[in-house]
């Protein structure tokens, strides 16, 4: 199975400032057919199911603002909260699609 | 919107079973590669497994602490999603979530709590 190691475990930043969360895999995720990097983002709330931020590593679900951006490739992804609002504060899990079984992250904890 | 409300949790003993439903609404339920990802007490996302759809072959896949033990299956004329939890653990315990995707989980229910404990 793949490995999704995510660091920090958890982070705190400011309002309005920039937030970073890595997410490094233990194999590539990089299908080279048709170059696309097997990784989607997920933020979970507290109290809430997870819901799908990014996926393709980089394409933004429908209605996620764009302060929220993923980047990366082959193995080391990032995921940048640009501005944080206070409706980011949540659990962060990056999770791998490109082989069975889909694996996740451990999350990463935003807080402000 | 698409809904997906899960039903059937609660408190069972190890060795016993328990049967989750999932009901998906405004959603083309045929269509989708179905999953059921749980979240034990605190922790973290675990996939538990998925079903295809019906084109391509309704197969199923099972994470390898739940294979030989849940059996996941699909009602399309009622777009019902179920799993069957047999010889049940405490390492079992968590809120178990239906979701629409088989890699990507696009769309989340709420989640039903599985307790297992004597």
């Known amino acids: 199975d793949i490995v999704m190691t995510q660091s920090p475990d958890s982070v705190a930043v400011s309002l309005g400032d920039r937030a970073t969360i890595n997410c490094k895999s233990s194999?590539?995720?990089?299908?080279?057919?048709?170059?696309?990097?097997?990784l989607a983002w997920y933020q979970q709330k507290p109290g809430q199911p997870p819901k799908l931020i990014i996926y393709?590593?980089?394409i933004r679900e429908s209605g996620v603002p764009d302060r929220f951006s993923g980047s990366g490739s082959g193995t080391d992804f990032t995921l940048t909260v640009s501005s944080l609002q206070a409706e980011d504060v949540a659990i962060y899990y990056c999770?791998?699609?490109?082989?069975?079984?889909?694996?996740f992250g451990q999350g990463t904890k935003l807080e402000i | 919107e698409v809904q997906l409300v899960e039903s059937g949790g609660g408190l069972v003993k190890p060795g016993g079973s328990l049967r989750l439903s999932c009901a998906v609404s405004?959603?083309?339920?045929?269509?989708?590669?179905m999953s059921w990802v749980r979240q034990a007490p605190g922790k973290g996302l675990e996939w538990v497994g998925r079903?295809?759809?019906?084109?391509?072959?309704?197969?199923?896949d099972y994470a390898a602490p739940v294979k030989g033990r849940f059996t996941i299956s699909r009602d399309d004329s009622k777009n019902m999603l179920y799993m069957e939890m047999n010889s049940l653990k405490t390492e079992d315990t968590a809120v178990y979530y239906c979701?629409?995707?088989?890699?990507?989980?696009?769309?989340w229910g709420q989640g039903t709590l599985v307790t297992v404990s004597s």
């Open positions: 979701t629409v995707g088989g890699s990507v989980m696009e769309y």
């Open positions: 405004e959603f083309t339920f045929s269509h989708a590669y």
């Open positions: 079903i295809k759809n019906k084109v391509d072959g309704g197969t199923t």
């Open positions: 194999q590539s995720v990089l299908y080279s057919s048709n170059n696309k990097d097997y």
């Open positions: 393709w590593a980089s």
């Open positions: 999770q791998q699609y490109y082989s069975t079984p889909p694996t």
